[in-house]
């Protein structure tokens, strides 16, 4: 994948059907969906696919337990009908997992039960396994490390798990097969308007600081919690004001290593202290502790983690697991913000309610914003968009219909019946490459092993393959060690950027990479 080949085609075409500002899971998913209708894509990302939040999730591919508590039927239905979607047509990166909540008080088992069960017939055909109610035996033998004073007994779900990342750059490549240009490193810079109506772009290559003008007969804004800024720049060409649509809530996650919850079984702690949901969810070797929900006024692409939000963590953790984690214990801390949106008034009407806890807005000069939602349903909201788009006026309709509920992604196995997969409990690998393993066995150094999990051909891959352009691009989303053990990824940044020198990668950033790789260490969170 030559980089300059892909301007070259960025330049070859003169009007596009969508130009998708944003390369992250809602970006991405109307890149597919438009790409298989045979519309003309192009796809901008300012940094990495998947930079933002959508590297940042903690990997659960779920119908939404807290939405059930919270009598939002519809929402639970679609969200599992589209759980099942996902792990279908990428079985090698996202998988069922069972989770248990363990109940302390005589009314848990009974009460989150039969609220499971219901959650059980609301997934009808999409069910991937039954709520089972356990003793208190049945719990220690799926987790073993939980705190056994007091246990009176739990229940056991099914949802799903998944590696965000990869699969953010599994559709961005299932996306080209079909057709879209989708260029990371490309940022956009300023809209244009012709008699009031958004008719294009200008973006910038960061890389070399080339900038082109991209003509476009609608404009996708899927910039999640920075949608404001580009609706700011449409706004400017009427001398208007917008309306923030976005409040950010940040929410940390920690990761310790596999003693903490050795079996293949996630931990969910339905109420916090504070009536919170927090998981304990094995993912690649260790084990994902999370989340918060704190709001903030910026907007940073590297949020940090406050201090009490990583007590808050381990304290909680601490009351379920009988061995307490503490801050020595904490391999990586990463964090995502979550772009909560606002009630929206608008003059044209042109909303469309929070019909999918994601919004959609269509401006008066025809830019449509995308936001909010989760990774979970990212395909169903790329329909949605779709269906705006058309209802605007600002596409005309394909022939052809969309086909993404059945399209398996890049990797993924066409017959499932041989298929078997190594679960994502596991350490990365191979595997994680699905039916692209033996075209990675065909580059140079698979078998040389820079750490467990991670090989010369994997990072070769990532270049030649996986548009990665920098040793964070393969540490933190190709390979996801950054996430998982930060001084680990330290520790290998030279070798891979040795290997993407030879790949004639002439910038590596190595040094950016390792100022990044402190932040994610504990000790310089504070
Ligand atoms: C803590 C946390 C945990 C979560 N856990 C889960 C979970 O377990 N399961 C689940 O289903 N969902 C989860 N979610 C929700 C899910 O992660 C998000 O809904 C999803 O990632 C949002 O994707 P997005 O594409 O809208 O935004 P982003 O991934 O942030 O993508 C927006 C992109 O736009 C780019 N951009 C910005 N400005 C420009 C510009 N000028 N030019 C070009 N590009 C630009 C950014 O670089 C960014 O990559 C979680 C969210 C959070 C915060």
């Not at 000069?365 to 909201?381: C, D, E, I, P, Q």
């Not at 190595?510 to 990044?516: A, D, E, I, N, T």
Request: glycine share 8%; with cysteine.
């Amino acid at each position: 994948m030559q980089r300059s080949a892909l301007f070259d085609q960025l330049r070859a075409t003169d009007v596009y059907d969508l130009a998708i500002i944003g390369g992250g899971a809602t970006g991405l998913g109307v890149a597919l969906d438009a790409a298989s209708r045979g519309y003309k894509v192009v796809l901008l990302e300012a940094h990495d696919f998947a930079k933002g939040t959508s590297s940042r999730a903690t990997k659960l591919v779920h119908g939404g337990v807290r939405y059930l508590a919270q009598g939002n039927l519809s929402l639970v239905r679609e969200a599992l009908h589209e759980r099942a979607v996902l792990l279908n047509n990428a079985p090698h990166i996202a998988q069922p997992l069972a989770f248990v909540m363990p109940s302390y008080k005589w009314w848990e088992t009974a009460f989150y039960g039969i609220g499971l069960k219901l959650y059980d017939l609301l997934a009808g055909k999409s069910a991937i396994g039954s709520t089972q109610f356990l003793n208190k035996q049945e719990v220690l033998d799926r987790l073993p490390q939980v705190q056994s004073t007091g246990l009176r007994g739990g229940v056991q779900y099914w949802d799903g798990q998944f590696d965000d990342a990869r699969l953010a750059l599994e559709i961005a490549r299932t996306a080209q097969k079909k057709g879209a240009l989708v260029l990371n490193y490309c940022s956009v810079e300023s809209l244009f308007h012709q008699h009031h109506k958004l008719s294009g772009l200008k973006c910038k290559d960061t890389e070399t600081g080339s900038v082109f003008d991209i003509n476009a007969k609608c404009v996708i804004n899927a910039t999640g919690v920075w949608v404001d800024g580009i609706r700011a720049m449409d706004a400017e060409s009427s001398g208007e004001k917008i309306e923030t649509m976005v409040t950010p809530s940040q929410g940390v996650h920690l990761v310790v290593d596999r003693s903490f919850l050795s079996k293949d079984f996630a931990l969910l702690v339905p109420s916090t202290q504070d009536g919170r949901v927090l998981f304990a969810v094995p993912w690649l070797g260790k084990v994902i502790l999370g989340t918060t929900d704190t709001p903030r006024n910026d907007l940073p692409i590297e949020p940090m983690a406050f201090s009490q939000e990583v007590d808050f963590i381990l304290q909680e953790s601490s009351r379920y697991l009988s061995k307490a984690p503490t801050r020595a214990d904490v391999r990586s801390v990463w964090v995502g913000l979550r772009p909560l949106v606002k009630p929206q008034k608008t003059t044209s009407g042109n909303t469309k309610g929070l019909s999918r806890e994601h919004t959609i807005l269509v401006s008066e000069s025809g830019l449509v914003t995308v936001t909010g939602g989760k990774w979970t349903t990212y395909r169903a909201m790329a329909e949605d968009v779709l269906q705006q788009c058309l209802n605007a006026g600002l596409i005309t309709k394909s022939d052809k219909p969309p086909t993404t509920a059945d399209c398996p992604l890049v990797g993924a196995p066409r017959s499932k019946e041989r298929y078997v997969s190594i679960p994502l409990t596991h350490q990365q690998g191979a595997h994680s490459y699905g039916t692209e393993q033996s075209l990675l066995s065909t580059l140079p150094g698979c078998e040389t092993w820079l750490c467990e999990g991670l090989s010369e051909a994997m990072v070769r891959f990532a270049v030649r393959y996986e548009y990665a352009r920098t040793v964070e691009d393969v540490l933190a989303r190709r390979s996801r060690l950054l996430f998982l053990d930060a001084q680990s990824a330290l520790d290998l940044s030279d070798k891979v950027a040795t290997i993407l020198l030879s790949e004639e990668i002439h910038n590596p950033q190595l040094q950016q990479f390792k100022k990044l790789a402190m932040s994610y260490l504990l000790t310089s969170q504070e």
